[in-house]
C-alpha cells in the first residue's frame, strides 16, 4: 500500500489469471493520481484484500470510494455479440465500509467456437473510445492470445490461442521469454514452417527438444519456438487478419512478435498500450454508471 491519496475513484486490472493486479487512483477530473502493481487473488472472496493491500492508501474515510475491477473471475460473463462493456457491473459485498467494489463481466461465446474473456473486454473498450465507430480486429497478446472482430461499437465474435502459455509449458527452465526472439532469421523461417505445416507442429516441437539436448539449447532456440507456435496461430486465425484492419493492444517483446508476423503476410497494423486501453476501458466503465444515476 503507498502514501494516503484521496481518490474519486478507483481502476484495477486484474493479471495473469488473478496473480498480479494493477490500480490507478483518479481524481475528480479523470486524471491519474498514482498508480500502483502487486499480487491478487482471483475471486471474489480473495479479491479484498487484495485490494486494500494495493490501494487501500487511496480510500477515503467517511464514504465508500468505487472501485471499478476488470479482468476477475468471478466477475461472470455476458454472451456475444454485444458492446463490450455494459451495465450491471457486479457488485462484491465488502466487509470494509470504504469500498463499493464492483466488477467488470467478461465475454462468453457459447454458439461455433466455444471461448470466453476476462479483462480483455475492458482493453477493448478502451481501444474503441479512443476510435469510435471503428470497425476490424483486434489482436491481444497474452498467456492466452485473444482476436475479436468489432462491428457496430460491439463484439461480434472471437476466437482465442494459448499461445505463450504452451510456449511457457515447452520451454526450456531459465528460458526468459519473448526477448528470444531476437534472432530475426530463426523467428522467421520458423513462423514460415509453423504456417505452411501447422498439422506438423507437435512433431516440429519434438523436434525442437531433442535439437537442445543434442545441441546444447542453441542459442536460436527459443526464436525458433516462438516462430513455430505464432505461426500455427495465425494459420489457424487466417480468416481473423487476412485482408483485415488489425489492432495490436499490447507493448513489449511479444506483442512486437506478432505485429512482425502479420507484416510478413503484408498485414499492416497498429499497436496501441495496453495499460492505457485498460484505464480507459474502466473510465468508460464509469461513465456507464454515472449516466445511469
Excluded at 215 to 240: F, K, M, S, V
Aim: one cysteine or more; proline letters at 6%.
Amino acid at each position: 500500500m503507498l502514501g494516503t491519496i484521496s481518490a474519486d475513484w478507483i481502476a484495477i486490472e486484474v493479471l495473469q489469471g488473478g496473480a498480479l493486479l494493477q490500480g490507478w487512483a483518479i481524481g475528480p477530473g479523470g486524471e491519474v493520481l498514482a498508480q500502483a502493481r502487486g499480487t491478487g487473488g482471483n475471486n471474489g472472496g480473495d479479491l479484498e484484500p487484495a485490494v486494500l493491500e494495493l490501494a487501500g492508501g487511496w480510500l477515503a474515510h467517511g464514504r465508500a470510494t468505487l472501485v471499478l475491477v476488470s479482468g476477475a473471475m468471478a466477475a461472470g460473463l455476458r454472451d456475444v455479440p454485444c458492446p463490450p462493456l455494459s451495465l450491471p457491473l457486479w457488485p462484491v459485498p465488502a466487509k470494509d465500509p470504504r469500498l463499493d467494489l464492483r466488477l467488470v463481466p467478461g465475454l462468453a461465446q457459447r454458439a461455433r467456437v466455444k471461448g470466453m474473456m476476462r479483462g480483455a473486454e475492458t482493453r477493448i473498450a478502451g481501444v474503441l473510445a479512443a476510435r469510435p465507430g471503428w470497425d476490424g480486429v483486434i489482436c491481444l497478446p497474452g498467456p492466452e492470445t485473444h482476436w475479436a472482430e468489432l462491428s457496430a461499437a460491439e463484439v461480434v465474435g472471437f476466437r482465442s490461442y494459448m499461445t505463450a502459455e504452451l510456449f511457457g509449458l515447452i520451454a526450456p527452465t531459465g528460458d526468459p521469454g519473448p526477448q528470444d526472439a531476437s534472432d530475426e532469421t530463426a523467428f522467421a523461417e520458423a513462423l514460415a514452417r509453423g504456417m505452411a505445416r501447422p498439422q506438423a507442429l507437435a512433431g516440429r516441437l519434438s523436434q525442437l527438444r531433442a535439437e537442445g539436448v543434442l545441441d546444447a539449447h542453441p542459442a536460436d532456440a527459443g526464436a525458433q519456438l516462438w516462430g513455430l507456435l505464432i505461426g500455427a496461430e495465425l494459420a489457424a486465425a487466417r480468416g481473423w487478419w487476412l485482408g483485415r484492419d488489425v489492432v495490436i493492444v499490447g507493448e513489449g517483446r511479444l506483442a512486437q512478435l506478432y505485429a512482425t508476423a502479420l507484416a510478413a503476410q503484408g498485414v499492416g497494423t497498429q499497436q496501441i498500450d495496453a495499460d492505457m486501453a485498460a484505464l480507459a476501458g474502466l473510465a468508460q466503465a464509469r461513465g456507464l454508471l454515472r449516466n445511469q444515476t
